[in-house]
């Protein structure tokens, strides 16, 4: 499998992800302008051998549930979906909260729907907003997802966009097997957080793996792509899988061929050198 594997409770995944957002329209909204090509991406990326597609509601909204449906039921046994609720989308393409036990017990609902399941394997909390986590309890919304895993309607829990006080505050209500929050070689905040998670055995996925929004420029990172005749995002990919062994890798594309380059990303070997140069960018 692409970069290795890690276990997420008894679920075990590429260490090389997908991340489905690209898909939706542009700003993440509406349908996507090739439908065709959306499809072929989700089909090429399970047959490169990932098996960690993520996904969320609020994409579309519901369009990427819908296309992974589409793309790939029914799912091979050694694919594991994973999805996020807590954010809806508003008419200017914001992502405003939506964290009420209603709110939560409907995302959930929607999300088997769109995606054909019985059970989620992994649904995420998110928290915070679009500037990043903010402090605060999250204990009656992640009750509420716990209820519907009681239930038997989702297997695993996560948080994403959580403070390091929220991560610890989940774990007092129940396990959790991922942590996803904005991570990359430039910024570096969940250092220590990505450690302590290693220790416990839990999943760290880093979205924006690139910059997101805005993309990762670096002098350091082209000189290094340039020597290993590799792409920026391959060699930052490569970063991530080096920098702790429970980091999983999401990256999202819209393209086939971007999506086998990101792969490569994978398959990069970095040398003590390099990583040491690397490094320095975040620092």
Known sequence: MPGGTWTMGDLTVARFGYGAMQLAGPGVMGPPADRDGALAVLR???????THIDTAGAYGPRVTNQLIREALLPY???LHIVTKVGAIRDQQGGWPPARQPEDLRRAVHENLEDLGLDALDVVNL???NAQGPQPGSLAEPFETLVGLQQQGLIRHLGVSNATAEQVAEAQTIAPIVCVQNMYNLAYRQDDE???ELADQGIAYVPFFPLGGFTPLQSTALSAVANRLHATPMSVALAWLL????NILLIP???SVAHLRENVVGARLSLSDEELAELDKIGR
Do not use: M, V, W
């Open 44 to 50: 090429e990326a399970a047959g490169l051998g990932i």
């Open 76 to 78: 091979p046994e050694s």
């Open 126 to 128: 998110r928290l915070g």
């Open 193 to 195: 957080l990505i450690d």
């Open 242 to 245: 080096r920098r702790s062994p």
């Open 252 to 254: 999202g594309t819209s």
